[in-house]
């Protein structure tokens, strides 16, 4: 039978440098523009042409198979085609920045060394709190939702946490994600192997390139394929592994508006910063419908400021058909669960009726401000115990 549990004295080098020194093929890749360092790259200008288009499907394959089966990582060259979108929320972060650094809560950044690093938590609600508009502006980006589904599917969770790097700030040590890459050794173990790699499904790593970045900034290094490692949780933390990644990882060059996407398997570690500026992202956590976000968000109250700024425009034409997609997407909690079923019971054969239909029969029908936050009130109300 089929070993299903393992623990930390089962991993092996070997097994490991054997999958992470497969090759890429541009013949796999026929969307991508090319092809550095086993990092398959795309043009955001062509991703967005192709969105609305026949191929949207075949794009998407393409994609999944560069997370799953290729090398698990990929770059979109001017995934945002405004950089004026992020330099507004580079500003707003550094506000946000400032004014945590007062307060008490601040409990800085669990990754780096005080003064090397900032950090801001749930930096999702606190943008869209802070600026809505600016909010909007930003994550009315249908190439962040485009790939987010080829690899989630629809209803994904956006969650997002902003690193800033100081100059001077020391490269961390190569690790995976959430949801195992959080979690020590000995309970790993305790999962069976097929919980493991199923959790890798769960959620997509994407990172917003802030300023540009050079491989002198400390542009992530990450090591292809290696994501495909079934025992990698537990391999991590062993100094053999961590020697393989560091003669082994590879550094892109990144500019502002560039988004890499990876795997939360794949072995990544931030760089060391040696420029004389400071090295911003915004890392998105984009997790799939069927699984646990880290972070916890306000999405009742984020939605109900989405749909003041948006019902703006719908009432002065300027709403575009694909924007409530791209922006509740992020925001929203569209699933149809968790919820109170004996509150909100579906019909037979069906499911409840989703807080995203609901928005958007509300914007079709231009409801009141009030109007729709007492009927999200109620639906948010419906859905809890
Ligand atoms: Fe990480």
């Not at 090295?279 to 976000?293: D, E, H, M, P, Y």
Request: aromatic content about 10%.
């Amino acid at each position: 039978m089929q070993q299903y549990f393992f623990d930390v004295d089962d991993i092996n080098l070997s097994e490991f440098k054997a999958l992470c020194s497969q090759t890429v093929s541009s013949e796999d890749y026929h969307f991508s523009s090319d092809i550095q360092k086993r990092v398959v790259i795309y043009e955001g200008d062509h991703i967005r042409s192709l969105i609305s288009s026949p191929q949207a499907r075949k794009l998407k394959t393409e994609l999944h198979h560069c997370i799953k089966e290729g090398p698990g990582v990929m770059t979109v060259r001017q995934a945002f085609s405004d950089t004026k979108a992020i330099d507004q929320a580079t500003e707003i972060f550094l506000e946000i920045i400032a004014e945590e650094k007062i307060s008490k809560q601040h409990r800085g950044d669990h990754y780096a060394k005080p003064g090397e690093n900032e950090r801001i938590w749930n930096a999702l609600q606190k943008f869209c709190e802070r600026d809505t508009e600016a909010f909007v502006a930003y994550y009315d980006n249908p190439v962040l939702c485009f790939v987010s589904e080829a690899w989630l599917g629809p209803f994904f969770q956006m969650t997002s946490q902003v690193n800033i790097v100081k100059p001077g700030g020391q490269s961390q040590h190569p690790h995976r994600d959430y949801h195992l890459g959080f979690q020590e050794d000995s309970l790993i173990s305790e999962y069976p192997i097929s919980s493991q790699i199923l959790s890798q499904f769960l959620t997509l790593q994407e990172s917003v390139a802030h300023t540009d970045m050079d491989i002198s900034s400390g542009s992530t290094m990450i090591l292809p394929f290696s994501h495909q490692y079934p025992l990698g949780y537990m391999a991590w933390r062993d100094s053999k592994f961590i020697e393989y990644f560091q003669n082994h990882a590879v550094q892109l060059q990144l500019q502002k508006g560039d988004v890499m996407f990876l795997s939360p398997a794949l072995f990544h570690a931030a760089g060391t910063n040696k420029e004389s500026s400071d090295r911003i992202a915004n890392l998105l956590q984009v997790s799939s419908a069927f699984g646990k976000t880290m972070e916890s968000v306000d999405r009742t109250k984020m939605t109900k400021l989405i749909y003041r700024v948006l019902l703006e425009r719908k009432k002065s034409h300027q709403l575009r058909q694909d924007e409530l997609q791209t922006i509740g997407a992020s925001v929203i909690d569209g699933y149809s669960f968790p919820t109170n079923l004996d509150l909100d019971s579906p019909m037979e054969g069906s499911v409840t009726e989703t807080i995203w239909a609901f928005m958007e029969l509300a914007l079709r029908e231009e409801w009141p401000v009030d109007r729709f936050n007492e009927c999200l009130n109620e639906a948010t109300m419906r859905r809890l115990p």
